[in-house]
């Protein structure tokens, strides 16, 4: 859980930097929309964190499948991997310190996810879908959940580090709910065959780098790790291998040697 300092935050929703910048530069604050949207394939999307401040990008991985690496502060005696499913994957969005950040819709600001990992080397950004947290948060409560907010408007990125040609070119293909689908369908029926191999830290769908109007799925090796074999393709379903960093909770940095987390508490999915 978390906890609201009073006085700290904005009873109105505003963020810092969702409404543009001021001719000063600076960073003008405005609500996120008060209603929420499901990840999609090459949805841009926006956040502002504590670190990092506003940053944008684009989903470049749904329904993933990610093995997270949690220190022995993050809530839990030891430090331990724990997989979770249904997450969204983006570029980089994050560094220690902006987990918990609200990520929207770039063009909508609809609240999409809370961001809550990020790959070692800082190319991958992991969140939880909002659609989820407010299903699971309603779960026997009998109580309704719904994010401050106002308005749709777009999310100014104008003050944001330019994002990759990747994200760029992910946001500008559209690709079929048809072909959607089949990926997913594909990735439900092999992934718990893909996940056994240990150099494997998650799977998820997204757009083919041969073909950008494809849906591909996304295998993500640890770096420096061998796999066994691996298909180029399953069922028409082009095979796309990422080499990267272990997924991390990094939630804020203690001290140069290391990272420590919030008071969240870890359950698997």
Do not use: W
Not at 192 to 202: E, H, K, L, P, S
């Amino acid at each position: 859980g978390g906890e609201v300092v009073p006085g700290a935050v904005d009873t109105q929703g505003d963020i810092i930097g969702l409404g543009g910048t001021a001719s000063d530069g600076s960073y003008i604050s405005a609500p996120p929309a008060n209603t929420t949207v499901a990840p999609i394939v090459g949805m841009p999307v926006a956040k502002s964190g504590r670190t990092t401040g506003l940053s944008c990008g684009s989903v470049l991985g749904i329904s993933a499948r990610v093995c997270v690496d949690y220190p022995p502060d993050c809530g839990n005696t030891i430090a331990m991997t724990v997989c979770f499913s249904g997450q969204v994957i983006m570029g980089s969005l994050a560094q220690p310190g902006d987990s918990g950040s609200l990520i929207v819709d770039a063009d909508t600001a609809q609240p999409m996810g809370l961001l809550a990992a990020a790959s070692a080397d800082g190319r991958f950004t992991i969140a939880n879908p909002v659609t989820d947290i407010l299903s699971a948060l309603k779960t026997g409560t009998g109580s309704t959940f719904k994010f401050v907010g106002a308005g749709q408007h777009r999310a100014s990125c104008i003050l944001a580090p330019p994002i990759s040609g990747e994200e760029l070119i992910a946001t500008s293909t559209v690709i079929s709910s048809q072909e959607i689908g089949h990926a997913l369908d594909v990735q439900k029926r092999y992934e718990r065959t893909i996940m056994q191999d240990a150099a494997v830290i998650g799977t998820a769908v997204g757009r083919s780098d041969v073909s950008p109007g494809r849906a591909s799925l996304l295998i993500f090796l640890e770096r420096g790790k061998f796999p066994g074999q691996i298909p180029t393709s399953l069922e028409g379903v082009d095979v796309r291998v990422i080499k990267t960093g272990r997924f991390q909770a990094r939630i804020r940095p203690s001290n140069p040697n290391g990272f420590k987390c919030s008071r969240a508490s870890v359950s698997p999915r």
